[in-house]
């Protein structure tokens, strides 16, 4: 019998009404579980759904599905039957959005599907990759094996997204705090002096005439600033709704400097470590390239990828195909080849893809190297240059007095 929701009503010890419901397998069970809570129950259904008021709403966090895999991982090597896993998982996780998922997975589990299966029901939460290499799992008998690779492969992807914000944090708050100041200068600093060469009568120097003009215009249209960054971001998201307006500007983020590297190394080593994981895990190749395509989120990259799915599907090796998209970096498919040379694709691509991550993080700190300063510099010009323009007006005037 599978598990599932009960609402009651039932009386406390002090004889306060409290109504709710739990998870059992049955009535009767859901009436042990209240009566070990020390309610006296006076009424119980079944309910279709669980109470999420509150809970539904919450997005999982990549740590929750981490924590969930690794969890999962030890459990399973411990040859812990699946439903038991779940429910013990059920029992240990502290995210309760990803407790709910696991109650409802531990539901589908008993009523016959797969964990497979029951995983596809929230793509929003586990990747293709991820139902596949479980698919591939459960089929073989060999999840205990797949599992601990899949933990090791969501680690490392967490611990590279994290890299990347550590590294952008600093010059991203530098930029924010160096536009905030020279507008407060602009805005309510400049407008001061204006005061004072009106009632001294002198003619204003051109250079401070223009930040005085820049000042009005920011005291009375500054809302327009708000305006157009509200306007660049929506046109932004604009773009992404069309399939080809998305093309465009993933073809547009590839061709600029240092950025386009830097993403297509990125979106590299996402392909390779998927394409890698998913070979090891014993999926044929067409398959994983297939889902391995769909995890990468340029379309420019993705579209070379289907044409590589094409020429491979008609005979040609993996290596020689991606070379013939004049896409891909020259060491992804001379890699690849000798790993199909060799029997060795798969762990010769999970290599490939630590190699592209360090490239990422060198190239991340590189840019965070050169940013930084060239912020500070433009917050000194900036700051510096409004200062010392409105005081070298102030000692002109003075120097006309006398």
């Known amino acids: 019998m599978s598990a599932a929701y009960y609402r009651y009503q039932a009386y406390d010890a002090q004889g306060n009404v409290m109504t709710g419901q739990v998870n059992a397998e049955s009535e009767r069970e859901a009436l042990k579980i209240l009566q070990g809570k020390k309610l006296i129950p006076v009424k119980i259904s079944r309910s279709d759904q669980a109470d999420t008021k509150g809970m539904g709403k919450k997005r999982l966090k990549a740590r929750d599905v981490l924590d969930f895999t690794t969890g999962l991982c030890t459990l399973v090597e411990a040859r812990v039957p699946l439903d038991k896993a779940?429910?013990?998982?059920?029992?240990?996780t502290e995210s309760a959005a990803m407790r709910q998922l696991v109650i409802t997975m531990r539901r589908d589990v008993k009523e016959g599907k797969s964990l497979a299966e029951a995983m596809e029901t929230r793509p929003d939460v586990f990747s293709k990759m991820y139902i596949n290499i479980v698919r591939a799992g459960?089929?073989?008998?060999?999840?205990?094996?797949?599992?601990?690779?899949?933990?090791?492969?969501?680690?490392?992807?967490?611990?590279?997204?994290?890299?990347?914000l550590s590294a952008m944090i600093y010059p991203i708050v530098l930029l924010v705090t160096?536009?905030?100041?020279?507008?407060?200068?602009?805005?309510?600093?400049?407008?001061?002096?204006?005061?004072?060469?009106?009632?001294?009568?002198t003619e204003i120097p051109a250079s401070a005439a223009f930040l005085l003009a820049v000042s009005s215009f920011i005291q009375s249209y500054g809302y327009l600033f708000i305006v157009l960054i509200v306007g660049l971001v929506a046109w932004w998201r604009w773009l992404d709704q069309d399939p080809q307006r998305k093309l465009r500007k993933d073809e547009f983020l590839l061709s600029t400097p240092l950025l386009g590297a830097l993403l297509l190394?990125?979106?590299?080593?996402?392909?390779a470590r998927t394409?890698?994981?998913?070979?090891?895990?014993?999926?044929?190749?067409?398959?994983?390239?297939?889902?391995?395509?769909?995890?990468?989120?340029?379309?420019?990259?993705?579209?070379?990828?289907?044409?590589?799915?094409?020429?491979?599907?008609?005979g040609s090796g993996l290596g020689i195909s991606l070379e013939k998209t004049n896409r891909f970096p020259t060491l992804l498919h001379q890699l690849i080849t000798v790993g199909e040379e060799s029997g060795r694709t798969g762990s010769i691509l999970l290599k490939t893809a630590a190699s592209f991550d360090t490239s990422v993080k060198n190239q991340m700190s590189s840019l965070v190297s050169a940013l930084q300063p060239a912020l500070i510099l433009f917050l000194g010009i900036a700051v510096g240059g409004i200062t010392i323009t409105m005081l070298s007006a102030v000692f002109s005037m003075n120097t006309v007095d006398f």
């Open 138 to 164: 459960e089929e073989g008998g060999i999840l205990h094996q797949l599992l601990p690779d899949l933990a090791d492969f969501l680690e490392t992807n967490a611990k590279n997204r994290q890299a990347i």
């Open 265 to 271: 190394y990125k979106d590299c080593a996402v392909f």
């Open 178 to 201: 160096g536009i905030i100041s020279v507008f407060l200068l602009l805005a309510f600093v400049v407008p001061q002096f204006a005061v004072m060469f009106e009632d001294a009568g």
């Open 275 to 314: 394409l890698g994981a998913l070979l090891e895990a014993g999926i044929p190749l067409i398959r994983a390239l297939r889902v391995s395509r769909e995890v990468v989120s340029n379309t420019d990259i993705a579209r070379h990828l289907r044409q590589v799915e094409d020429d491979v599907r008609s």
């Open 86 to 92: 779940l429910r013990l998982l059920e029992g240990i």
